[in-house]
């Protein structure tokens, strides 16, 4: 079965940091981009950050929001992806799912996703 | 960064009613485009990806149109596992981004 799942979420401090995870399997983890987006209760959809493949030289790309705070990386060997979260704030509470890029001729699509881990940033 | 303004936000209809939901862009994306359906705790399901193209296992009941920076999803006829929150997304540039959502309920 082709899934992802997350974990590693949690309650953290302002000024915490978390480190999230999400593992891959049922397909050729190292062949795929892989994204991650969050959601803060109650409201829409946000895209994360990106991390490319080998092919790609693992490069990333960030939100304008987590950038220099969040980091993404990635271990093919362990088909895992992983979200580096520093300098927490309470604007960073969300579930956080991670996703699956394909690329099908010029288009990327998003077709797996993880369930979600809920991060809850708090005093 | 690319808005993607949806709308509207809030629909209220009946199992068997043809629906429409529809999503602009500040800017052209080509068919740089995508449909979720989300329900509440779960993760987005892609629905529609290149504007118009169905994802595989996904009822031909529902289509998607446009291209540049007027979109539009359909549900030809509106089923009650189709209450859940619908939100386009653009894919032509960083960042990525979302439309506000679109909640189907029913009426």
């Known amino acids: 079965e082709v899934q992802l799942v997350e974990s590693g979420g949690g309650l953290v401090q302002p000024g915490g940091s978390l480190r999230l995870s999400c593992v891959a399997s049922?397909?050729?983890?190292?062949?795929?981009?892989m994204d991650w987006f969050r959601q803060a209760p109650g409201k829409g959809l946000e895209w994360v950050g990106r991390?490319?493949?080998?092919?790609?030289?693992?490069?990333?790309e960030y939100a304008a929001s987590v950038k220099g705070r969040f980091t993404i990386s990635r271990d093919d060997s362990k088909n895992s992806v992983h979200l580096q979260m520093n300098s927490l704030n309470s604007e960073d509470t969300a579930v956080y799912f991670c996703a699956r890029s394909e690329y099908r001729s010029a288009w990327i699509v998003f077709d797996i996703w993880g369930q979600g881990t809920l991060v809850t940033v708090s005093s | 960064d690319i808005q993607l303004t949806q709308s509207p936000s809030f629909l209220s209809a009946s199992v068997g009613d043809r629906v429409t939901i529809t999503c602009r862009a500040s800017q052209a994306i080509s068919s740089y485009f995508a449909w979720y359906q989300q329900k509440p705790g779960k993760a987005p399901k892609l629905l529609i990806y290149?504007?118009?193209t169905l994802q595989s296992g996904v009822p031909s009941r529902f289509s998607g149109s446009g291209s540049g920076t007027e979109f539009t999803l359909t549900i030809s006829s509106l089923q009650p596992e189709d209450f859940a929150t619908y939100y386009c997304?653009?894919?032509?540039?960083?960042?990525?981004?979302f439309g506000g959502g679109t909640k189907v309920e029913i009426k």
């Open positions: 290149a504007a118009s």
């Open positions: 049922g397909f050729i983890f190292s062949d795929h981009y």
């Open positions: 991390s490319r493949d080998k092919a790609n030289s693992y490069t990333t």
């Open positions: 997304q653009q894919l032509n540039s960083y960042p990525l981004t």
